[in-house]
Structures are given as C-alpha cells and as structure tokens.
C-alpha cells in the first residue's frame, strides 16, 4: 500500500493561510533535533529513508530528490546495501556531493560474517562517493540464530568493531522489524551498541510490541533509537493523520528520529509540517490515538496488519 501525498487540511491542528489553500511553505530551519542517545551527535528528529528511493523513476531522479530533502533542512539519511539493489546507495552519493560533512549518513549490511560484512561496506562506501559512514548497522536481525551468527568469532561484529576502531564508521549499531525479543536478547548479549533501530507505531503495543519489550531495554542503555513503520506501511493514515502517527512515535520516551520513506519532496514537506510546533502528546491523546489505530485501520491488527512480525 502505497502512502499518499497529505496537504493543509490532513494536519490536525494546523491552520491553512495562504487563499489558495495551499499548505505552509517549508523552510529548513522547521525541523527539530536532537541528541542522538549515546553518540551525542545532534540531528534532525525526521530521517530520509533510503527503502523508498526505489519510487523514483532513475537514480539520477532519486539523486535530485535527496538533495531537495537534503535543502529542506533534514541531515540524518538512512540506507542500506540491499535497498534498491545498491541504487539507493549510488543516488546518496550523488545527492549528497559536496554536504557529505554536514549529514549524517548511514548505511547497513545483512552478511553475518566478518569477511562479507566488510567487503559490503567497502561497496557502500564506493556508491556513497564516502570514506566512512557515521553509521553503520546490522540489519535485519531476526531470532537466535542471526545474534550467534553476528557474534560468533569471525562473524560481522568484528567487521563492526575493526570499522569503527579504524575510523571507517563513527558508530555502530543494529536493526530489525521481525522480533522484539530478538532485540532485547541482542542488546543484553553485547553491550557496545551505539544504536537501534525498531519499527515503533500506535498500533505496536497490540501485537509482539518493540515499544513493551524493546525500547525499554533502549533505554537503559542511552542507545540512539531510531523508528520506522511510523506509519504502520501507510494502513494506520485510514484512521490517523500524519500529524498523529509522527507525534505518537516522537512522544515515546528514547524514540530519537522518525525515519519516513519519503519517496517525494511533497511527502517529506507534509512530515516536516507534522513536527515542526513539535509538542508531545499528553497520556490521554496517547490512548485515544492507540485505540483508533486500532479499530479504525481496515484491516485485522497484530500479524495481518503488523505482516513484517513473525507469526505466533
């Protein structure tokens, strides 16, 4: 299901000025930042995500769009070697020609062994036109098996740790949408994670929630966190406005950066509207957005809205 572009009146709370009806420019200085957790790094609260690249209709296209979102005032871009089949990679390099130094960029590797993981992010740093990322991760970490694997001797941690020991990345840190438990049990097996990644929504807490089971454990340790599927793969805009969906997920304690699969410039203006008179949500708008999520989707919750969750 494909997200559509929201405009003026989708903004809850948002007045329209303009006669026209047009919906309030954009300028950069609108969006928030933040302390990335741990790193100390500050960035904007909405991440450019490199999945959604595979939108545009070429790479030179989807370089474009990066620069746009890049003059919009965003600085924290997110990717990874399987998006796109490399072409998000390649389309980060060259939208990002001459600002590399003023974003932060990150890129992830699915290899669980030292040897392939390294190899990948020399290919990432080859299509970033870059020399080092400010973050690299491992993605798609799934059960038991994908953490004995990542940190088995000779498995993709020590990639991880000889990276950011030689400079190659800033900081390092995991991914995954499949397991909160997976989650947990990796940050409590290893604890020199700079960073997770997590899909955190308001319909989350009814089915395998990362927000219960994950995020805590997040916290406790001061990692940066970073949320997708805000936007439940575009099912929860049936009953919440953007406006919702990006507030619930930034009013989260640890949640740091909203990444949003913009695949147009209009769709990262309407996100950048949603945040930009940022006030966290009070206890009771948190519950009335969760029970809309919920009745209010279409579609059945848990494993049929939630697919990318493991089955239970």
């Excluded at 957790?37 to 474009?64: C, N, Y």
């Excluded at 979102?69 to 390099?93: K, M, T």
């Excluded at 400079?167 to 409590?188: N, Q, S, V, Y």
Aim: aromatic share 8%.
């Amino acid at each position: 299901m494909n997200r559509r572009i929201f405009v003026g009146g989708a903004f809850t709370g948002m007045s329209i000025t303009a006669a026209s009806g047009a919906p309030p420019k954009v300028k950069a200085g609108d969006i928030p930042t933040t302390t990335f957790g741990k790193t100390g790094i500050q960035v904007s609260v909405l991440a450019q995500g490199g999945a959604r690249m595979d939108l545009l209709p070429d790479v030179p296209a989807a370089a474009a769009h990066v620069r746009k979102v890049y003059d919009l005032g965003i600085n924290y871009f997110d990717c990874s070697r399987l998006y796109w089949d490399g072409r998000s990679e390649e389309a980060y390099g060259l939208g990002l020609q001459g600002v590399r130094r003023n974003v932060f960029l990150t890129t992830k590797t699915v290899k669980r062994t030292a040897k392939e993981a390294m190899e990948e992010l020399e290919t990432s740093f080859r299509l970033m036109k870059t020399d080092y990322v400010d973050l690299w991760q491992a993605h798609a970490v799934q059960n038991k098996d994908d953490i004995e694997k990542l940190l088995a001797p000779g498995g993709a941690i020590e990639a991880f740790e000889a990276a950011r020991k030689a400079g190659k990345c800033r900081f390092i840190g995991f991914t995954g949408h499949f397991d909160p438990e997976a989650h947990a049990a990796l940050m409590k097996a290893y604890d020199k994670w700079d960073t997770v990644m997590m899909p955190i929504h308001a319909a989350d807490h009814a089915y395998l929630s990362f927000e219960k089971t994950a995020l805590p454990e997040a916290i406790e340790r001061g990692l940066g966190t970073q949320a997708i599927k805000v936007f439940g793969k575009a099912f929860l805009l049936r009953s919440l406005s953007p406006t919702e969906c990006l507030r619930y997920v930034l009013s989260q304690p640890g949640v740091h950066v909203a990444v949003c699969g913009a695949g147009t410039q209009g769709q990262m203006e309407d996100n950048i509207r949603a945040v930009r008179n940022f006030r966290k949500m009070t206890p009771e708008e948190i519950s009335d957005v969760r029970k809309r999520a919920i009745v209010g989707s279409g579609v059945y919750t848990g494993p049929t809205l939630e697919y990318w969750k493991k089955r239970i």
